[in-house]
């Protein structure tokens, strides 16, 4: 994959997973915003991955979406036991609060879920590491309609 997203994305996807935000279909599924105001569609053959989410429309990386579903197929490994301690996460207000300063929203995510020192380092090296999983995969993201409103 050419272009990767920030590594904060990782955490977000782990949160969709751990909601129960990811409803999979055949070569189809949809993720509820962690506000619940947007759905997006996701849809895939192969390594063509398609999104109406933000980051995958107009930064032309993996959104949390993309991650999330990836996750879901077994495509990229995540943690269930650390995904679940980012359960009800409000990303969307922590990412507007910090002005989209991904790092400063997953350290007060982390704060608010009482992530210890080890568990903070814990994360960021699973999370690492699934950035190091995607970039080796064939993976081409394209966009898909406009971004859910």
């Given amino acids: 994959m050419e272009k990767l997203p920030p590594l904060q994305k990782v955490y977000e996807a782990w949160s969709a997973l751990a909601d129960g935000r990811v409803e999979m279909g055949d070569g189809e599924a949809h993720v509820t915003s962690s506000n619940q105001a947007k759905r997006y569609t996701i849809t895939w053959d192969g390594d063509i991955y398609a999104s109406n989410d933000s980051a995958s429309y107009w930064q032309g990386y993996a959104g949390y979406p993309v991650l999330a579903v990836m996750m879901k197929e077994g495509r990229l490994p995540y943690d269930e036991k650390l995904a679940q301690k980012l359960a009800g996460t409000d990303w969307n207000a922590l990412n507007k609060k910090h002005k989209r300063d991904y ?14 020192p080890e568990e903070k380092a814990q994360a960021r090296a699973d999370a690492e590491g699934i950035l190091q999983t995607l970039a080796a995969l064939p993976l081409q993201i394209k966009r898909k309609g406009r971004p859910a409103k």
Avoid: S
């Fill in 103 to 116: 790092e400063a929203a997953a350290e007060e995510a982390f704060e608010a879920a009482g992530f210890t």
